[in-house]
T-cell receptor
Framework: SQKIEQNSEALNIQEGKTATLTCNYT??????LQWYRQDPGRGPVFLLL?????KEKRKERLKVTFDTTLKQSLFHITASQPADSATYLC????????????FGIGTKLQVIP | DTAVSQTPKYLVTQMGNDKSIKCEQN?????MYWYKQDSKKFLKIMFS???????INETVPNRFSPKSPDKAHLNLHINSLELGDSAVYFC????????????FGPGTRLTVL
């Protein structure tokens, strides 16, 4: 069966360090992978999109990697700040068929001052 | 200017009632979605409309009926509400079918007593 796995345990890191979040998937052939941020009581907000033929994407302090062999994406936040504390969701768009986006359960990140 | 808006923000109702949630987007997008986020924070797609046409209908009970009067609006009507329908419902829109970022509304927290 298809699965998207994110570390559902909270990730606590010290301010200034790099946070690395993992998204693993099985039985998908994603054309795209997206990362979203969700704050409590709010809807998810899009951060980055990476295509299957891209290895890495950057945006300011954010970096995403996509390894279709390992079936894994890593999401990095460098020089983390308390304001980065939120839940981060990865989402896959499967190639072929209906183009729907399927979300992982998210990883809660807590940046400690 | 709110890009994707939903009403109401909170909805508390008794089992067996019928209720509606409204969604509007002013982004000029062609595709709109309804998602359900349950108590475990899992965000699951329910429906998708592209230019008022239903394109995705996941295995959702037929008590749930989406309606799109025009491409800027996607409403969700729920008949005979059950306890298990309690969740946060998010509306989202995207310029194309799933291949680009999704813009989410603020969510509607539905509580069925």
């Amino acid at each position: 069966s298809q699965k998207i796995e994110q570390n559902s345990e909270a990730l606590n890191i010290q301010e200034g360090k790099t946070a690395t979040l993992t998204c693993n998937y099985t039985n998908y052939s994603p054309a795209y992978l997206q990362w979203y941020r969700q704050d409590p009581g709010r809807g998810p907000v899009f951060l980055l999109l990476i295509r299957e033929n891209e290895k890495e994407k950057r945006k300011e302090r954010l970096k995403v990697t996509f390894d279709t062999t390992l079936k894994q994406s890593l999401f990095h936040i460098t020089a983390s700040q308390p304001a980065d504390s939120a839940t981060y969701l990865c989402a896959l768009l499967n190639s072929g068929g209906y183009q729907k986006v399927t979300f992982g359960i998210g990883t809660k990140l807590q940046v400690i001052p | 200017d709110t890009a994707v808006s939903q009403t109401p923000k909170y909805l508390v109702t008794q089992m067996g009632n019928d209720k509606s949630i409204k969604c509007e987007q002013n982004l000029g997008h062609d595709t709109m979605y309804w998602y359900k986020q349950d108590s475990k924070k899992f965000l699951k797609i329910m429906f998708s409309y592209n230019n008022k046409e239903l394109i995705i209908n996941e295995t959702v009970p037929n008590r749930f009926s989406p309606k799109s009067p025009d491409k800027a609006h996607l409403n969700l009507h729920i008949n005979s509400l059950e306890l298990g329908d309690s969740a946060v419902y998010f509306c989202a829109s995207t310029p194309g079918q799933g291949s680009s970022e999704q813009f989410f509304g603020p969510g509607t927290r539905l509580t069925v007593l």
